[in-house]
């Protein structure tokens, strides 16, 4: 079965300063893994993929994540944030193209002025 | 381009009740997934709908019920609602690749 462990629950840091929200996954096979971000109560918005090819994918907003096959990993990162940052981001991995997603429990990004 | 529509935003129902959700896909694509979100928890997989038929399962119960229509927009039935029911309910709608999630319904039962 597959799994995501976020290993920090909350992360405060300044603004513009840099931020790595860390992600592992579980698995035996090839996996697709997301990061997707929830804004106060709205639903979720995509924010990158990785599918294949390129470990260094870059998504909305200034993001990009690594994915690491031997580390299981799938860090999230960004050289600076700013308030607008705020809100839940969820680490999520799925078996198969268009296949159920499995999240993590979520990384709520607190902005400090 | 519309984006993924849930309706309603929010609704109120009784324990025992019975309660209808309803989700329009993004343009174009032909597959819907609905996921249920807990305050304060992740999102978790209920089912999967394709071609007017359920592809795939979560570890959800059977008062727990959907269907797609040919147009490919999709309900969520839940009958003999719980308190344990109340929730964010997100819609995602996708065409073999990504999937993109709706605002989501909110659901209280009292």
């Known amino acids: 079965a597959q799994s995501v462990t976020q290993l920090d629950s909350q992360v405060p840091v300044f603004e513009e300063a840099p931020v790595e929200l860390r992600c592992n996954y579980s698995s035996s096979v090839s996996v697709y893994l997301f990061w997707y971000v929830q804004y106060p109560n709205q639903g979720l918005q995509l924010l990158l993929k990785y599918l294949s090819g390129s470990t260094l994918v870059k998504g909305i907003n200034g993001f990009e994540a690594e994915f690491n096959k031997s580390q299981t990993s799938f860090h999230l990162r960004k050289p600076s944030v700013h308030i607008s940052d705020t809100a839940e981001y969820f680490c999520?991995?799925?078996?198969?193209?268009?296949?159920?997603?499995?999240f993590g429990k979520g990384t709520r990004l607190h902005i400090l002025p | 381009d519309a984006g993924v529509t849930q309706s309603p935003t929010h609704l109120i129902k009784t324990r025992g009740q019975q309660v209808t959700l309803r989700c329009s896909p993004k343009s174009g694509h032909d597959t819907v997934s609905w996921y249920q979100q807990a305050l304060g928890q992740e999102p978790q997989f209920i089912f999967q709908y394709y071609e007017e038929e359920e592809r795939q399962r979560g570890n959800f119960p059977d008062r727990f019920s959907g269907h797609q229509f040919p147009n490919y927009s999709s309900e969520l039935n839940v009958n003999a609602l719980l308190l344990g029911d109340s929730a964010l309910y997100l819609c995602?709608?996708?065409?073999?690749?990504?999937?993109?999630f709706g605002a989501g319904t909110r659901l209280s039962v009292l």
């Open positions: 999520a991995v799925s078996p198969n193209r268009d296949d159920k997603i499995i």
């Open positions: 995602a709608s996708s065409l073999g690749d990504i999937q993109y």
